[in-house]
């Protein structure tokens, strides 16, 4: 199939998962989850193969589901906890390896984010979860998707280390903003669309305080249960929860 027909496909449907409470549980989980797991795999193994062997299987996981036929489950959840895990790693190493200052990378991913929903409001005509029916619009939809998580983690860091909040005062701070849209969409002052990519925004850097306050030292503020423990907890809960909603969605389709 040449690239050309392969960027025109269209879907009978949206292949990202539907919104709803078991979305934004798994959401909430894999950030929380991708934070643990690059803690632990670069500290624990040499950094630099680390970021090289995640990227391969990234590659792997976001190829399996641009080239899936429709919305499937296991691959779509597969490709967005190796965002998550791959999205803090690129935070990581902005600030890390190439000693990039936290507030300079916010600014960064926030402008980058800026430009991929320009460009794909203008290309597409619309950000909706919903309407992403063809090979296009998913490319849009995922390079949001990667940019969210290097936001929300930059995000994260910015509060805990440069304005010095800590992890628990970040979970609680990012626990109230996250409300925020929801309650701008109630009263009718902000977009379903909107709503959507704030939350999905804040969900980053909320997932990922937790899962420093879980996993760090007494030293840094955190309750040390280990980054690897936090993070093979987390993944069982996904899995259950990504069972659950297949389960349910299997029992949806018609027979």
């Known amino acids: 199939m040449s690239k050309v027909r392969w960027t025109r496909r269209r879907f009978r449907a949206s292949k990202v998962a539907p919104v709803d409470a078991t979305f934004w ?10 934070e643990s797991t690059s803690d632990y795999l670069v500290h624990r193994f040499n950094p630099e193969l680390v970021v090289l ?26 490709a ?37 929903f320009y460009s794909w409001q203008r290309v597409e005509g619309t950000l909706a979860m919903s309407a992403v029916s063809t090979s296009r619009r998913e490319l849009f939809y995922w390079a949001a998707v990667v ?3 290097a936001l929300g983690t930059a995000v994260g860091d910015l509060t805990a280390y440069s304005v010095g909040l800590g992890y628990l005062r970040s979970v609680a701070l990012f626990a109230v903003v996250i409300t925020l849209p929801t309650l701008l969409y109630w ?40 980054a690897g423990e936090v993070a093979f907890v987390l993944t069982l809960a996904i899995v259950v929860v990504v069972a659950l909603q297949s389960r349910r969605l299997s029992r949806r389709r018609p027979t």
């Open 25 to 34: 549980t798994a959401k909430l989980l894999s950030t929380a989850m991708g």
């Open 53 to 78: 062997a995640v990227a391969v299987v990234f590659v792997v996981a976001l190829a399996n589901q641009l080239y899936a036929p429709r919305f499937l489950v296991g691959a779509y959840w597969w």
């Open 80 to 116: 967005v906890v190796m965002v998550g895990v791959f999205g803090t790693m690129c935070a990581d190493v902005a600030h890390v390896a190439l000693h990039v200052p936290y507030d300079v990378s916010t600014a960064a991913f926030a402008l980058t984010l800026g430009v991929v």
């Open 147 to 149: 940019t969210t998580f």
């Open 187 to 226: 009263s009718g002052r902000l977009g379903a669309v909107a709503c959507f990519w704030s939350t999905y925004v804040l969900t980053r850097p909320l997932g990922a305080s937790v899962a420093d306050y879980l996993g760090k030292s007494h030293a840094v503020g955190g309750l040390n249960l280990g």
